[in-house]
């Protein structure tokens, strides 16, 4: 046996040949090795070891809960915070987490001086937590209830948000043990999702944070790390009263990891492929690459991305398709360098919908390597190969054929599971989804799970992935207005930097039903300003938006301009225009297919929202409307005493349309590329027509 600097290598056999293979052996790993014995202070064993980890950190947390405001610190002020007195506000301290996301360097946010929430006895590390509730993530900490049944106006949180105790300030702790040999790596902490105004301290600094609670974001924790000793995370959340029309949960609802690279590696989401001049016989694949080196020194690396094929049941790695050329690079101390690449592929196997096409996938593994050979980073990205082309006459076309969108629209939660997100639960919906002839999925009405993301490429659903529902006009007391102008950039940004190299993305949706579309200016500036955004992070996709007012001749219609896709909800199949409709109070429109046609005639239309019928499974009241449909009232469909509604599928929101009428006005508007029905799962809260309720009709 032979040990050279912690490698070994046993000696098996004693013939004669094998002295060649010895030496040939030890002539292939003795540069690496020498390198290894010089790299180290004192021919010591090496620090670390090399490369990437990534740590799941789902269990072991401790959890409370307070209705009220228990440590004086909030986000910033807002309407059921305005009788709080001695507060510290963090918003200076938490905007810089979202930096990386802001492309003028100019507007970039600098932290100021000091330590909020220092005092805070639950971010200290020696604070007892031992009579806090064991909780493992995902978690939703309203789900288990109690149900609240006052009548709305009276009831904390009303049936539009499902009856549940979502709000309030959740606390979670948990300790973390980071080795002595990662002294030389860089450690981020990952939330797949918070809900929300998350704020995260370690060893009682504050680190950051991220208040949108749908994105997804990373936190630096190096510089405040305690090596070879337990650490403490402790993670704030606030959720306020009034702060979606929906069900949203509350909590660390997503996944949290630990990621552990070296100083030079790829970066956050820092692979992006693209692919253009599609065909079956070839296909142009371009790669941009985002390194960094967050060390003192210069580093110099290789760079080799290499293509796999993958197995479309199983997902695992096969063969080598494809190589990049190797290139090597500088990058300066404490600097980021992007890297652009490209090659052309032979005979690629396509990624399309089912169940004429197959979602096939790709899997880049880009690897940097120092100057010892040695590999110091490897980072994985599935992608895929297609083609989508968006027209005016001929709807939706995926590698030259026409696909019809029979999509339907998703809120976030799991029903009774609330809104944790659980892989297996969301692959069920989505098969049983699949069996329904669905063939596209809307994520309304914010940026999705990453996981389901990797289950819609998997199954092959397009995907309409949208990132707002207000903007600077809210629809509720606490939404997303109250942040909007200072986070729409690196929201937007982050959601597209995040999912872009999904291939069952086939557009990103700016806003849902903003309620600047009756103002024309401020329609036209936010408008235009997120569109240059989205087309900045990704050239390669169209942006839309969901319009249930804008319209060619009315104060909205610059949005059918700006957008590159058209999506509308309800105004295709015309909104309370038959004389059942007629007596309820909103928006009225005739049928708008051909208006916006022909105004923007070269541009796709679709239905991104589409019927909103509602039912009680199981129920049927008499006599049954006798044309296309009417809205539910005591005398149409519906038992306010029962809180039910007949099954017939014939009887809606006051805004929406029997299926039937939709499909009749489809048919008569051929070129329309398909619809998003809502919805296509119940969810929790928004239960129209009664809100005494506690989830959906639809």
Excluded at 44 to 66: C, M, T, V, Y
Excluded at 436 to 453: K, Q, Y
Excluded at 509 to 523: A, C, F, K, P, R
Excluded at 597 to 603: F, L, N, T, V
Aim: with cysteine; hydrophobic share 35%.
């Amino acid at each position: 046996m032979i040990v050279f600097n912690g490698w070994m290598l046993t000696i098996l056999s004693s013939h004669p040949s094998f002295s060649m293979f010895f030496f040939t052996i030890c002539g292939l790993l003795l540069p690496a090795l020498i390198y290894q014995v010089n790299a180290s202070p004192h021919n010591a064993q090496p620090k670390h070891r090399l490369g990437r980890e990534r740590i799941n950190l789902n269990s072991d947390w401790k959890f409370r809960r307070w209705e009220e405001n228990p440590d004086g610190l909030i986000y910033d002020y807002r309407q059921d915070l305005e009788n709080l007195t001695d507060v510290s506000i963090l918003k200076p301290w938490i905007l810089p987490s979202g930096n990386n996301f802001i492309k003028d360097s100019s507007k970039h946010y600098q932290r100021p001086e000091g330590n909020p929430g220092s005092n805070v006895s639950f971010v200290q590390n020696d604070f007892d937590d031992q009579c806090w509730t064991s909780v493992t993530l995902p978690h939703d900490w309203a789900i288990a209830g109690p149900f609240y049944t006052e009548p709305d106006g009276e009831a904390i949180v009303g049936g539009g948000m499902g009856r549940l105790p979502v709000f309030g300030v959740g606390w979670y702790r948990r300790k973390l043990h980071i080795s002595n040999d990662d002294k030389n790596k860089q450690i981020q902490l990952e939330l797949g999702g918070a809900m929300s105004y998350a704020m995260v301290w370690l060893n009682g600094k504050l680190i950051g944070g991220w208040p949108y609670p749908y994105n997804s974001f990373q936190l630096d924790l190096t510089p405040h790390l305690q090596f070879g000793q337990d650490n403490q995370i402790a993670i704030r959340l606030d959720n306020p009263v009034d702060s979606a029309r929906w069900y949203p949960g509350g909590g660390l609802y997503r996944d949290v990891w630990l990621t552990k690279t070296e100083h030079t590696h790829v970066n956050q989401w820092g692979t992006r492929f693209t692919t253009r001049d599609v065909s079956n016989d070839s296909a142009v694949i371009d790669l941009q690459l985002s390194l960094g080196n967050t060390a003192n020194y210069t580093s110099r690396v290789s760079v080799v991305t290499e293509i796999y094929q993958s197995n479309t049941v199983t997902g695992q790695q096969g063969r080598m398709a494809a190589s990049f050329p190797a290139t090597t690079v500088e990058i300066e101390a404490d600097d980021k360098i992007s890297i652009n690449q490209t090659l052309l592929l032979s005979s690629p196997q396509l990624w399309g919908p089912p169940p004429t096409q197959t979602p096939n996938t790709y899997i880049g593994v880009t690897r940097l390597l120092n100057e010892a050979g040695i590999q110091v980073d490897a980072y994985e990205t599935r992608f895929g190969i297609r083609k989508f082309e968006y027209t005016g006459d001929d709807g939706l076309r995926v590698n030259g054929e026409r696909v019809r969108v029979q999509g339907v629209n998703e809120h976030h939660d799991l029903g009774a599971l609330g809104a944790a997100f659980n892989v297996r639960a969301v692959e069920r919906k989505l098969e049983i989804l699949r069996e329904l002839g669905v063939n596209a999925i809307r994520m309304a009405h914010n940026p999705p799970a990453s996981e389901l993301l990797d289950l819609t490429d998997k199954m092959g659903f397009l995907v309409f992935d949208e990132v707002f529902d207000s903007w600077e006009r809210n629809k509720t007391a606490n939404d997303f207005h109250l942040i909007f102008s200072d986070w729409h950039e690196q929201d937007l940004r982050a959601m597209i930097r995040r999912d872009a190299n999904h291939p069952s993305i086939m557009v990103w949706s700016i806003g849902n039903e903003v309620g600047e579309q009756n103002y024309t200016q401020e329609l036209t500036e936010i408008a235009t300003t997120l569109y240059a955004i989205a087309h900045d992070e990704d050239p390669t996709r169209p942006v839309t938006a969901s319009m249930n007012f804008a319209q060619p001749g009315n104060n909205g219609a610059p949005f059918p301009v700006i957008l590159d896709v058209l999506s509308i909800n309800y105004q295709g199949e015309g909104i309370r225009d038959t004389p059942n409709y007629a007596v309820t109070k909103g928006i009225t429109t005739k049928p708008a297919y051909p208006l916006f046609h022909e105004d923007q005639p070269d541009k796709l239309i679709w239905t991104s929202e589409s019927a909103s019928t509602v039912s009680t499974r199981g129920t049927y009241f008499f006599p049954v409307t006798d044309d296309g449909g009417a809205p539910v009232n005591d005398s149409s469909g519906g038992n306010t005493t029962l809180a039910q509604v007949s099954a017939y599928e014939l009887y809606s929101a006051n805004f929406g349309s029997s299926p039937d009428k939709v499909f009749a006005t489809q048919d008569q508007n051929p070129y329309v590329g398909g619809e998003f029905v809502w919805t296509g799962f119940d969810y929790i809260g928004e239960p129209t027509p009664y809100y005494t309720s506690r989830s959906s009709y639809s």
